[in-house]
T-cell receptor, first 113, second 110 residues
């Protein structure tokens, strides 16, 4: 069966510091991968998605970037965090364009102080 | 701009009561998913509906997809405290992405 991991689970960072959040998927090959941000108790905003290694599509211009160095690894980064980057970051995967469902990781709670 | 509008935003009911959550859009979707999310965790998929007019049942939960595939509803019969959570609907257009509603926070009091 497939499993999706995210780490760290929680992170507190000062303004201006760099960021690296990691997501890995097990049990599947060539998944589509997604990064979302969620405000407290609200819906999900799509940040980036990737349909293959090295292929990144950005949905929202912002202080963040994404990379996919391996088939089942998706990384969210920032060179200098802003206060507004605080939030709950979720990684998700699905099996490809023919599939409707996305499956989510446990999330990372980021607080920028 | 929220492509999918969910209502109500908050819902608090007593154990044993019924509830309905709505998800509406002016856009047509090829499929629609419902997720439930608990605090500090990722959303968990409940159901996918694909065909206009489709009704799916998952124990005490009934999901319906509108005939025109623009709206959906989730009905819970005899709600239990374990049904508490944030309910999210998400519609798929003809690409790789899902558009999410803002969610309905459901609280079932014992």
């Amino acid at each position: 069966s497939q499993t999706i991991h995210q780490w760290p689970a929680t992170l507190v960072q000062p303004v201006g510091s760099p960021l690296s959040l990691e997501c890995t998927v097990e049990g599947t090959s060539n998944p589509n991968l997604y990064w979302y941000r969620q405000a407290a108790g609200r819906g999900l905003q799509l940040l980036f998605y990737s349909v293959g290694i090295g292929q990144i599509s950005s949905e929202v211009p912002q202080n963040l970037s994404a990379s996919r160095p391996q088939d089942r690894q998706f990384i969210l980064s920032s060179k200098k965090l802003l206060l507004s980057d605080s939030g709950f970051y979720l990684c998700a995967w699905n099996a490809g364009a023919a599939y409707n469902e996305q499956f989510f990781g446990p999330g990372t709670r980021l607080t920028v102080l | 701009t929220q492509l999918l509008e969910q209502s109500p935003q908050f819902l608090s009911i007593q154990e044993g009561e019924n509830l309905t959550v709505y998800c509406n859009s002016s856009s047509v979707f090829s499929s629609l998913q419902w997720y439930r999310q608990e605090p500090g965790e990722g959303p968990v998929l409940l159901v996918t509906v694909v065909t206009g007019g489709e009704v799916k049942k998952l124990k005490r939960l009934t999901f319906q997809f509108g005939d025109a595939r623009k709206d959906s509803s989730l009905h819970i019969t005899a709600a239990q405290p374990g049904d508490t959570g944030l309910y999210l609907c998400a519609g798929r257009s003809n690409d790789y992405k899902l558009s999410f509603g803002a969610g309905t926070t459901v609280t079932v009091r014992a």
